[in-house]
Nanobody, 120 residues
Framework: QVQLVESGGGLVQAGGSLRLSCAAS????????MRWYRQAPGAQRELVAA???????NYADSVKGRFTISRDNAKNTVYLQMNSLKPEDTAVYYC??????????????WGQGTQVTVSS
C-alpha cells in the first residue's frame, strides 16, 4: 500500500509564508505527476500547482508568482512554498500523486489534507 502524508499547514498572518510537504511511502516504484489542490469551505476543490517527473510546473493564475511547487524524487516528496499569503488562500490543501507501484500499475493517491488559515 501507499500513503501520502502531508505536513506544514497552520495559521499565518496575511503576507506571511508557509511550506507544505507531502511524502509518499510504501510500495512506490516511481512517481509521475504530483499536484497540490485546495478546497475552501463551500467551494469546489481546485488545482493549485502541478509538477511532472521531469520538473515542469504549472500554476493556477491566483497563485502565480507567490507559490512554488518543487519535488525531491529521492525522497518521494513534493513541496509547496507559499509566500505573500492572502486570506483567500485559506483552505484545506491536499496533495495528489500518480504513483506507479511495484506491479508497474499506476494509481492516483490523495493525502489526508492539511489546513492553511491566513488571517487578515
Amino acid at each position: 500500500q501507499v500513503q501520502l502524508v502531508e505536513s506544514g499547514g497552520g495559521l499565518v498572518q496575511a503576507g506571511g509564508s508557509l511550506r507544505l510537504s507531502c511524502a509518499a511511502s510504501g510500495s512506490v516504484f516511481s512517481i509521475n505527476a504530483m499536484r497540490w489542490y485546495r478546497q475552501a469551505p463551500g467551494a469546489q476543490r481546485e488545482l493549485v500547482a502541478a509538477i511532472t517527473s521531469g520538473g515542469s510546473t504549472n500554476y493556477a493564475d491566483s497563485v502565480k508568482g507567490r507559490f512554488t511547487i518543487s519535488r525531491d524524487n529521492a525522497k518521494n516528496t513534493v513541496y509547496l512554498q507559499m509566500n505573500s499569503l492572502k486570506p483567500e488562500d485559506t483552505a484545506v490543501y491536499y496533495c495528489n500523486a500518480e504513483i506507479r507501484l511495484n506491479d508497474l500499475k499506476t494509481y492516483s493517491y490523495w493525502g489526508q489534507g492539511t489546513q492553511v488559515t491566513v488571517s487578515s
